[in-house]
């Protein structure tokens, strides 16, 4: 399971393909990725991207650590207080 929690709480299934968060703020957007199983390891991987070539990644406050399952990382973000997950089908630019 891959999850958003805080101001911001969503969950979302990804063991057969990667799971991606769209995040945005007035001070810029990023994409979270998480997949499990990389290989024959059978642990999670996650990661942030670009939203687009071109399009700067916020510099939001980050920190990994190990949840408490030992098998899974924990992504931290501090985020400002406008950030939304950008979901399917909301209405967003044609440029990106």
Avoid at 1 to 14: D, L, S
Avoid at 22 to 41: D, F, K, R, T
Wanted: proline content about 6%.
């Amino acid at each position: 399971m891959f999850e958003v929690t805080g101001a911001i709480t969503e969950e979302i299934g990804c063991f057969s393909k990667p799971g991606v968060y769209h995040l945005e703020s007035a001070e810029g957007e990023l994409l979270v990725i998480a997949l499990y199983g990389v290989g024959n390891i059978a642990c999670w991987t996650i990661g942030v991207c670009q939203v687009n070539e071109g399009v700067p990644i916020p510099e939001w406050p980050v920190m990994y650590s190990m949840h408490d399952s030992g098998y899974s990382p924990l992504l931290t973000l501090e985020v400002p207080d406008d950030t939304r997950l950008v979901m399917d089908g909301d209405d967003e630019d044609d440029d990106r």
